[in-house]
């Protein structure tokens, strides 16, 4: 069964002048996460505020747990939990205070309020900051209470807008732990992240957006083979790169991505280990000690790259401005 | 819908416990008003002569300042939910199942509240410099409820303006460069009467200077400083004042309500 479908949204805003929605349709199975993963524009955050009744499109049909959202937005709210790319609590108010006054916002006894926030609380390893005011917090413990806040009557629906945008390694790896334990109790996720590592490590299918569409669906392992088979990697001393690049070049019979800031050389190989050592042989003869050589999966990234043009995490100015042209040139 | 009561209420009570766990915000939104109630006591009531014998500055001027103390609830609300538009707090409340009014009415209602306590510290500063209601027990119980019910009215302006401007220091300057010349062009703290005449007029029908005029009426006072053209709100402040409260609340409600359903963060 499906838990959410979403077909064919459409949202504009200032007029029609910011298309951020252009007909998206997305689904997720009921106890599946599906992650939503685009670039900083691409639309994923409107979807998440039209599933989770914030926001209305302009045209186009979506239902959480077969409950329409926009004829029924009251009985969606009552079974979907909610938890923002910005920690969504009241910051001068404690952990308690907080987890308190959204039970009873469910409508929880105060008993059975304070007996849940007491819950959550243990559930996500803030017993000990309950009497601190959420300020104090670090960026990863805010969004374990902001998560925890979502969490208070059991949604069987959760929508985690980017959930570790901004925090530090540490701060993601503990939401991430947080996260799997939720899903191993059989909570329906939707997650949005503009980080691929994050939709991999979390996500049992993936709806890459941009420009307000799914581009492409799949899981991460029939993404990855949708680019093609693997990369020959090879990282070297800056003086080396205009001839590792000839090496890859000519190993591949491609064209070869080189980036400068990392010193990495790579391009796709279809010869796998024979690659690899052909290009080991000549770094040798050319008397080249590269620093690493390798050949690599593709990741997310690759796949990102390869749908759209650009990587995930940086998106031009230009390309903001008019997002359909460069649509356009790609086909 | 059966919980529109008990949410607001919740969301009446996270805002008091706001002031207990930062208690400077009531200190100094307490502070202000009396540190109004000394300047104006001290710097002013020397030369500001009511024109009546046996009747001192203090006695007119604790209405007016009364007035515009409740008259800036609306600062106080604006910014409070602009902030919690800001922090995304207002997108969660909009994602819980309750009802579409709580939130608003719920901050209007701690507002307030929060003037009761600065109503109260305000009067009894006001008692120490020498400020002596002669009307009775009960109309000076009443003269607080109306002021109350005025910065009731007054915070549903500042909800409207809290959810539509961008950021909580916008909806401070808004809301300073609104209120304060209306509690100024009023009777307020003189009397109108050296205004320029198109001043006056405006000064009369003032919705402050209603409140101000009733005040003074149910503290005991009569309504001077300030009759110009003898209009009707001049001579019916109490009745002119209600007249303004109720219209407030009947355009600003909707609209706030409306708004808060309607609105998009960001």
Request: proline share 4%.
């Amino acid at each position: 069964m499906k838990s959410v479908i979403a077909e064919n949204l459409v949202k504009t805003y200032d007029k029609g002048a910011v298309k951020a929605l252009n007909g998206l349709n997305l689904d997720v199975e009921e106890g599946t996460v599906l992650g939503v993963l685009g670039p900083n524009g691409a639309g994923k955050t409107t979807t998440v505020r039209i599933l989770a009744t914030l926001l209305t499109p302009d045209s186009g049909h979506a239902t959480v747990a077969g409950i329409d959202v926009i004829k029924n937005p009251d009985q969606v709210r009552e079974v979907i939990g909610l938890s923002g790319q910005y920690a969504a609590v009241d910051e001068t108010l404690t952990g308690w205070d907080n987890l308190v006054m959204f039970s009873r916002l469910y409508h929880l006894s105060p008993s059975a309020s304070k007996k849940r926030a007491e819950e959550l609380l243990e559930q996500f390893s803030l017993t000990d900051a309950a009497k601190r005011p959420i300020r104090t917090y670090s960026g990863g413990m805010r969004r374990r209470l902001d998560l925890a806040a979502s969490l208070i009557v059991r949604p069987k629906i959760l929508f985690l807008d980017e959930p570790t945008t901004g925090l530090d390694p540490r701060g993601r790896q503990e939401m991430w732990g947080v996260i799997e334990s939720l899903v191993k109790d059989g909570t329906t996720l939707l997650l949005t992240t503009q980080y691929l590592e994050e939709a991999d490590q979390l996500a049992d299918d993936i709806a890459v957006i941009d420009h307000g569409t799914v581009i492409a669906r799949g899981t991460s392992d029939q993404l990855k083979r949708q680019v093609g088979g693997e990369r020959l990697e090879i990282v070297a001393e800056s003086q080396d790169l205009k001839k590792v690049t000839e090496i890859v070049e000519r190993v591949s019979g491609g064209k070869a991505l080189v980036e400068e800031s990392s010193r990495q050389v790579s391009a796709p190989v279809t010869t796998g280990s024979k690659a690899l050592i052909e290009a080991a042989r000549s770094l040798d003869d050319a008397g080249i000690h590269p620093l690493d050589i390798g050949l690599k999966r593709p990741s997310l990234d690759d796949v990102f790259i390869a749908l759209t043009g650009h990587a995930a995490e940086d998106k031009k100015e230009e390309e903001v401005v008019d997002p359909r042209a460069r649509k356009r040139k790609k086909k | 819908m059966k919980h529109a009561v008990s949410d607001s209420l919740v969301v009446t009570k996270r805002q008091l416990l706001q002031l207990i766990r930062v208690p400077e915000v009531l200190i100094f939104s307490t502070i202000q008003p009396v540190m109004f109630v000394l300047l104006f006591r001290y710097v002013f009531g020397g030369s500001i002569s009511t024109g009546i014998p046996g009747v001192d500055y203090v006695q007119l001027l604790m209405p007016g300042i009364f007035v515009q103390t409740v008259a800036f609830t609306l600062a106080g609300t604006a910014v409070g939910l602009a902030e919690d538009m800001q922090k995304g707090l207002i997108d969660r409340f909009r994602s819980l199942p309750i009802s579409r009014s709580a939130v608003v009415f719920g901050r209007a209602l701690g507002d307030s509240t929060l003037n009761i306590v600065v109503l109260t510290v305000m009067g009894l500063a006001g008692y120490l410099v020498g400020w002596r209601p002669s009307s009775g027990f009960l109309n000076v119980i009443l003269g607080f409820a109306f002021l109350l019910l005025f910065g009731f009215a007054m915070s549903w302006i500042g909800v409207l303006i809290g959810l539509s401007v961008r950021s909580a220091r916008v909806a401070n300057a808004a809301v300073f460069i609104a209120v304060f010349p209306l509690t100024f062009l009023s009777n307020a703290f003189a009397p109108t009467t050296g205004m320029p005449k198109a001043l006056q007029y405006f000064a009369e029908w003032n919705p402050v200077s209603t409140m101000v005029a009733g005040c003074r009426e149910l503290f005991g006072l009569e309504n001077i400083f300030g009759v110009t053209a003898n209009s009707w709100p001049s001579q019916n402040p109490l009745e002119m004042s209600l007249i303004y409260m109720v219209l407030i609340m009947a355009v600003f409600i909707p609209l706030s309500v409306r708004k808060y359903i309607n609105t998009a963060a960001k």
